[in-house]
């Protein structure tokens, strides 16, 4: 009887050591403080796909940190005083899932401009389905600072096309066009000719028959510093590298802004506005429970106030402009990170 006994002791705990070493907290990366010191702070490549794999970087990954909490959690110095730190936590970065496993994981941007920890990243993730991360950087002249680029699976390539970027990287008539090898990870410009402009936050569509990608809504910078709509849909023949304007819509788009050239504010109006009424969500055709009302009105106003004490105390250096189309039932569609100011004058601008 204590034989058996012992037997099942040692039996359940070879299955507890077993579960624990297994479990995803036990194989969080360890890292030092000299490491965090070491790696702490952003930073580009110095080569093609540079391996910049770190035990710090990678616990940023696993635990998906952002700046603030990863330097906090290594109690490192103020980055108002000293330089970015190192985040996992980004806008405008892009994910494609391969069928072996793998995530890829390109570039994109922490936080805005007025943020310390304020970067615009030109990096590669790269997590394999066993959870395994490498990291790789790049030269700024291999690939540039790049966000809400679309990237697009073709085979062994994914096409990394357009990107918001540092403002005086942005060119009107130019597109940012590049891919990512994935047997290398290296990255190489596509030199396409006349395209769709400086596009970003639109969509991209790979079509195997003619084996081209279509680029087609998002946003467009111009010389004036303004955003735009894109109305245009462009289409990129991989074969020839070269770009044709498939359909123009001569849409209009009107540009406001004040005579002193201060901000609008509309972004903060938008926030002072009372929750929209449950009601408002519900469909003629299928009118909703109260159950179902009450549900969509917390999630919404919860989201108001989130949104709201997120961005509400953050100051504007300088107020951004950007262009809206009279004719769409929803004036404000830009991101609340952008802080959205819309200028106001007479002057029209096409898309």
Same mark, same amino acid.
């Given at each position: 009887?204590?034989?058996?006994?012992?037997?099942?002791?040692?039996?359940?705990?070879?299955?507890?050591?077993?579960? !624990?070493?297994?479990?995803?907290?036990?194989?969080?990366?360890?890292?030092?403080?000299?490491?965090?010191?070491?790696?702490?702070?952003?930073?580009?490549? /110095?080569? &093609?796909?540079? $391996?910049?794999?770190?035990?710090?970087?990678? @616990?940023?990954? &696993?635990?998906?940190?952002?700046?603030?909490?990863?330097?906090?959690?290594?109690?490192?110095?103020?980055?108002?005083?000293? +330089?970015?730190?190192?985040?996992?936590?980004?806008? %405008?970065?892009?994910?494609?899932?391969?069928?072996?496993?793998?995530?890829? !994981?390109?570039?994109?941007?922490?936080?805005?401009?007025?943020?310390?920890?304020?970067?615009?990243?030109?990096?590669?993730?790269?997590?394999?389905?066993?959870?395994?991360? &490498?990291?790789?950087? @790049?030269?700024?002249?291999?690939?540039?600072?790049?966000?809400?680029?679309?990237?697009?699976?073709? %085979?062994?390539?994914?096409?990394?096309?357009? /990107? !918001?970027? @540092?403002?005086?990287?942005?060119?009107?008539?130019?597109?940012?066009?590049?891919?990512?090898?994935? +047997?290398?990870?290296?990255?190489?410009?596509?030199?396409?000719?006349? %395209?769709?402009?400086?596009?970003?936050?639109?969509?991209?569509?790979?079509?195997?028959?003619?084996?081209?990608?279509?680029?087609?809504?998002?946003?467009?910078?111009?010389?004036?510093?303004?955003?735009?709509?894109?109305?245009?849909?462009?289409?990129?023949?991989?074969?020839?590298? &070269?770009?044709?304007?498939?359909?123009?819509?001569?849409?209009?788009?009107?540009?406001?802004?004040?005579?002193?050239?201060?901000?609008? !504010?509309?972004?903060?109006?938008?926030? $002072?506005?009372?929750?929209?009424?449950? /009601?408002?969500?519900?469909?003629?055709?299928?009118?909703?429970?109260?159950?179902?009302?009450?549900?969509?009105?917390?999630?919404?106003?919860?989201?108001?106030?989130?949104?709201?004490?997120?961005?509400? /105390?953050?100051?504007?250096?300088?107020?951004?402009?950007?262009?809206?189309?009279?004719?769409?039932?929803?004036?404000?569609?830009?991101?609340?990170?952008?802080?959205?100011?819309?200028?106001?004058?007479?002057?029209?601008?096409? %898309?």
């Amino acid at each position: 009887m204590n034989l058996t006994f012992i037997t099942a002791a040692l039996v359940l705990s070879l299955f507890t050591s077993t579960y !624990l070493m297994s479990s995803p907290a036990e194989n969080t990366t360890k890292v030092t403080k000299e490491a965090f010191k070491q790696w702490r702070n952003a930073r580009r490549g /110095s080569k &093609q796909a540079q $391996d910049m794999t770190n035990p710090f970087w990678v @616990y940023c990954v &696993q635990k998906e940190l952002n700046a603030y909490q990863a330097n906090a959690a290594f109690d490192g110095p103020s980055s108002f005083a000293y +330089k970015p730190c190192w985040s996992y936590e980004r806008f %405008g970065m892009s994910e494609t899932k391969l069928e072996d496993g793998r995530t890829i !994981l390109i570039a994109g941007e922490h936080e805005d401009y007025y943020d310390p920890d304020f970067f615009i990243y030109n990096d590669v993730i790269v997590k394999d389905a066993n959870g395994k991360v &490498q990291i790789f950087g @790049y030269s700024e002249d291999i690939f540039p600072a790049t966000d809400f680029h679309s990237a697009t699976l073709v %085979g062994n390539r994914i096409y990394i096309i357009g /990107s !918001l970027g @540092y403002t005086d990287r942005r060119k009107e008539k130019d597109t940012p066009v590049y891919y990512l090898d994935l +047997k290398d990870y290296t990255i190489h410009q596509v030199n396409s000719g006349q %395209g769709p402009g400086w596009v970003f936050e639109h969509e991209a569509i790979y079509d195997s028959e003619t084996h081209s990608i279509t680029i087609d809504w998002g946003k467009r910078w111009i010389d004036s510093g303004d955003i735009i709509d894109n109305f245009s849909k462009w289409q990129l023949k991989l074969d020839t590298k &070269q770009w044709t304007l498939v359909e123009e819509r001569p849409w209009s788009q009107f540009r406001f802004s004040r005579k002193d050239g201060e901000s609008n !504010l509309l972004f903060d109006v938008r926030l $002072d506005m009372p929750p929209i009424d449950a /009601s408002t969500f519900e469909d003629p055709d299928t009118p909703m429970d109260q159950e179902t009302k009450e549900k969509k009105q917390k999630t919404y106003s919860r989201r108001c106030t989130r949104r709201k004490s997120k961005h509400s /105390s953050r100051p504007i250096k300088k107020p951004w402009t950007n262009s809206i189309d009279l004719a769409s039932p929803t004036l404000f569609t830009h991101k609340p990170r952008r802080r959205t100011n819309i200028p106001v004058s007479a002057s029209q601008s096409m %898309g």
